[in-house]
Nanobody
Framework: QLQLVESGGGLVQPGGSLRLSCAVS????????IGWFRQAPGKEHEGVSC????????NYADSVKGRFIISRDNAKNTVYLQMSNLKPEDTAVYYC????????????????????????WGKGTLVTVSS
């Protein structure tokens, strides 16, 4: 059983930056790949980025590539999402989620970052990009 808690959301102007954090607690945290997803009002969950259990493999949706950076600190059991050059269309509730993947073989690390198959989810943090 894992618990995930997101923080760092808020209101930011277009072009601004935010860093989201996902604090993970529970058993064998370092064996999980962690993904960030977002859900805008009236839309489905969208995969944003994910990182392997070791931190060596990362993957990004085309919509955020070059603007967002995912990282993890396994000593602190925390995953970060640094978001830069934010746009109004980035407005959404952002969730982190965990997928059991001790060997870094999950398809979400190399292909579409789909929400199905994630084992545990946080409750989300709201990011609003507006002037």
């Amino acid at each position: 059983q894992l618990q995930l808690v997101e923080s760092g959301g808020g209101l930011v102007q277009p072009g601004g930056s935010l860093r989201l954090s996902c604090a993970v607690s529970g058993f064998a945290v370092a064996n999980y790949a962690i993904g960030w997803f977002r859900q805008a009002p009236g839309k489905e969950h969208e995969g944003v980025s994910c990182i392997s259990s070791s931190g060596r493999v990362t993957n990004y949706a085309d919509s955020v590539k070059g603007r967002f950076i995912i990282s993890r600190d396994n000593a602190k059991n925390t995953v970060y999402l640094q978001m830069s050059n934010l746009k109004p269309e980035d407005t959404a509730v952002y969730y982190c989620a965990a997928h059991w993947d001790p060997y870094g073989r999950s398809s979400i690390l190399r292909g579409p970052i789909i929400p199905g198959g994630m084992n545990y989810w946080g409750k989300g943090t709201l990011v609003t990009v507006s002037s």
